[in-house]
């Protein structure tokens, strides 16, 4: 038997055991590596964060104090964003898909590939290590906002460090994907015959790369000033925190993209394989793509139209917001329209991309609110800023995870899931997210401010509300995992191509051999030929 028919998963080399993984530089195995840390830490922030609503489920103190809810509260939110949103799908289903996608063996630079999940271990290690290190964990919120992240006596230092070195991670990720379309493509795949996957992980690679440092230097400033008194951001050694702001959202709004735009990518994917039908508007996908990553560079001062801005600024910032909509409302038109007519297979993947779609879309439109500079100044650090945060980030990158993970699923472990559970899960979670997150919509235009711990009594029926939604959505949540971690290794065993997908992906047996293909495909149709 040769060596490319062994599956990955059975394939012995130099190491065994957990150092055949540890060590490996297989992209799939990488993958792999990156689905079970990731889903780890969602697991950890998941919990964190029903601890909080458990909390804000009646005014006063329920089940923890002031400081430990404003400690949960930076712990959920760096867990989420810096180790499960922002390298999610490209980390997961980049590494494990993109070759197979476009025809190659590997990425260009196997090894370095390995060294980015190292890096995202040891950061991830670092910034977990702030809550039992030093002076207490810290206290200052995700976003690390000076000057009080420059003077509170927690353990600031910990998590700052850990978010730089995951930076690095996503750096060597970007150039990793990038050079690898660039020079790995299957003879005869044109740039405008590559799958709308890979061509999202290309666009959100460039904002890897170009974005990340800004926001490693950031962070270096805020280590330099806690220990050196340079006064950068400390208006008390001549700061000025509103630079601090500025540099942190012209990273932190791109990173946003990192996350959707491969989240976009998974749906592009779904929609024609399970509507049996070529895909609408292939060029407009793929340009789109570019449109929201070139734009998204140029919007970060939205989130700071009450932080003190002049009023040009402010005109611009909110004109660009409300045009940076439109490549995103263009894919949406494009899924829509590649449904009409078709062929529909409802299988779970496509009931996860319509509920993506159908979130994605409230989110936006609650977005164009917060945009709107007479209509902001009345919804900043309300409620109504966490709901239209989560319906964009949980429920994109979320959604689209769950999409995908039910969509490869067969050609990753070579098993069928149950359906029957996987569509209970599907919509106990749904109905859970919404009870969750809309009712934060209500709440904040009420005027419920947001971080903070307690609450008058006005807003206790919609917290009620929503704490129950926590519940019923992890709930949710559980039954999904619990039917596909007993799937992956009871499961019915699965067909190469079990939906009738027409990328490479489904050309070769599930799981995928250690090498991918026997011979090196030559690309002659396009990618979503249905016809």
Excluded: C
């Excluded at 970060?300 to 003190?308: N, R, S, V």
């Excluded at 409802?346 to 917060?370: D, H, K, R």
Aim: charged content about 10%.
């Amino acid at each position: 038997m040769s060596q490319t028919s062994v599956s990955y998963l059975e394939y012995q080399g130099k190491y065994k055991g957990i150092l055949g993984w540890i060590l490996s530089t297989d992209h799939k195995r990488i993958g792999l590596l990156y689905l079970y840390t990731i889903v780890s830490f969602f697991l950890v922030g998941a919990t964190l964060g029903l601890l909080m609503k458990l909390e804000l489920i009646a005014p006063g103190r329920t089940i923890m104090d002031a400081q430990t809810y404003n400690a949960f509260f930076t712990l959920h939110g760096i867990t989420m964003i810096f180790l499960v949103v922002i390298p999610g799908i490209p980390a997961i289903f980049g590494n494990f898909f993109l070759p197979i996608m476009i025809g190659a063996k590997d990425v260009s630079f196997p090894r370095l590939n390995l060294l980015s999940w190292w890096l995202y271990v040891i950061g991830a290690a670092i910034a977990i290590s702030s809550q039992f290190l030093g002076s207490g964990p810290p206290d200052t919120g995700w976003t690390f906002y000076a000057p009080y992240s420059l003077r509170v006596p927690t353990n600031v230092l910990s998590a700052v460090l850990g978010a730089f070195v995951l930076g690095f991670s996503s750096i060597l990720t970007g150039i990793n994907f990038i050079t690898t379309m660039h020079r790995m493509k299957a003879p005869g795949m044109k740039w405008m015959k590559m799958p709308l996957f890979p061509w999202s992980l290309y666009a959100t690679g460039w904002i890897q790369i170009l974005a990340t440092p800004i926001i490693g230097i950031t962070l270096l400033m805020i280590v330099a000033e806690r220990l050196f008194k340079i006064g950068f951001f400390d208006p008390s050694l001549g700061g000025d925190p509103l630079l601090y702001q500025h540099l942190f959202w012209i990273y932190s709004h791109p990173a946003v993209y990192i996350m959707i735009l491969p989240a976009m990518g998974v749906i592009s994917e779904i929609i024609p394989t399970f509507a049996r039908k070529t895909i609408f508007g292939y060029s407009a996908i793929v340009i789109s793509s570019f449109g929201i990553a070139f734009i998204g560079y140029f919007v970060w001062g939205h989130h700071m139209f009450a932080a003190g801005m002049s009023a040009r600024s402010l005109w611009f910032f909110s004109l660009l917001t409300f045009i940076v909509a439109i490549p995103s409302a263009i894919k949406v038109f494009n899924w829509v329209a590649t449904l009409y007519k078709g062929s529909i297979n409802v299988q779970t993947p496509l009931y996860w991309a319509l509920s993506f779609i159908f979130v994605f879309l409230i989110g936006g439109l609650s977005g164009l609110f917060l945009g709107s500079l007479a209509v902001d100044v009345h919804l900043t650090d309300t409620a109504f800023v966490v709901g239209h945060f989560h319906f964009i980030v949980f429920g994109g990158m979320g959604y689209a995870f769950m999409a995908a993970i039910h969509y490869w699923f067969p050609k990753i472990y070579g098993r069928m899931y149950d359906k029957s559970w996987a569509n209970t899960g599907w919509l106990i979670f749904f109905m859970g997210f919404l009870a969750l997150y809309f009712t934060m919509f209500y709440l904040g235009m009420k005027g419920q401010p947001r971080r903070t711990y307690d609450y008058f009594e006005e807003y206790h029926s919609g917290n009620i509300i929503s704490s129950l939604g926590a519940i019923v959505m992890l709930f949710g949540l559980a039954i999904i995992i619990i039917n596909l971690v007993r799937s992956a290794r009871h499961g019915e065993k699965a067909p190469a191509d079990p939906w009738g997908g027409k990328t490479l992906e489904w050309t070769i047996p599930s799981p995928p051999p250690i090498e991918n293909f026997e011979e090196i495909p030559e690309i002659t149709h396009d990618p979503y030929d249905y016809k």
